[in-house]
């Protein structure tokens, strides 16, 4: 059931990710870290380190929860 919460937490991760890029970050990124469709360019870079950031919270906050149960 392991490969089950990864998939799940990776999935969170990338959508969390996606919309924190897109609505709040990418408004206010000049247009060099704007991603642009269909294009490999610095705002894909960007997006990709935001769901990382995302997906170290979530592990940051599933590890604590399961560190404070007796």
Excluded: E
């Amino acid at each position: 059931m392991q490969i089950g919460k990864n998939f799940l937490k990776s999935l969170i991760a990338v959508v969390v990710g996606n919309l924190f890029y897109f609505f709040v970050l990418m408004p206010h990124l000049p247009a060099l870290g704007q991603h642009d469709r269909n294009r490999l360019d610095l705002g894909l870079v960007i997006d990709f380190w935001c769901c990382l950031v995302a997906l170290g919270i979530i592990q940051l906050i599933t590890r604590r929860k399961s560190q404070s149960r007796p």
